[in-house]
């Protein structure tokens, strides 16, 4: 017999839940740009959290990876896909062993 969940368990498998909700239907109104948008949403949300908490090294940290996809979709434009294709493949890997939690 399992125990119950805790309140902090509770929220986080609602938070889940809603999530994959959301995500859902943003894809389906506007596709993977709907899905990218609600992940940016969701970033700008735990920056905010984070750099309130005075952990104001994620505005530097956030603006040098955006810079680092700028730089990978203009080498990829210009006929090199190798930082674009190491980047993806890199994310997924992250992504795969650490989603996302709440």
């Known amino acids: 017999m399992k125990a119950p969940l ?9 938070t889940r839940e809603w999530r994959k909700r959301e995500l859902q239907e943003a894809r389906e109104r ?6 990218m ?3 940016l949403r969701l ?14 090294d ?3 940290a956030y603006a040098l990876i ?3 996809v700028l730089t ?7 006929g090199d896909a190798r930082i674009w294709t190491d980047l993806l493949r890199y994310a997924e890997q992250v992504v795969d062993r650490h989603p996302p939690h709440h």
């Open 66 to 68: 955006s810079r680092l």
């Open 6 to 14: 805790t309140s902090a368990e509770l929220r986080r498998e609602k």
């Open 72 to 78: 990978a979709i203009q080498r990829r434009a210009a």
């Open 43 to 56: 970033v700008r949300t735990a920056i905010a959290k984070e750099a309130k908490a005075g952990r104001a």
């Open 30 to 35: 506007r596709g993977e740009q709907g899905a």
């Open 37 to 39: 948008e609600f992940w």
């Open 58 to 60: 994620v505005w530097p």
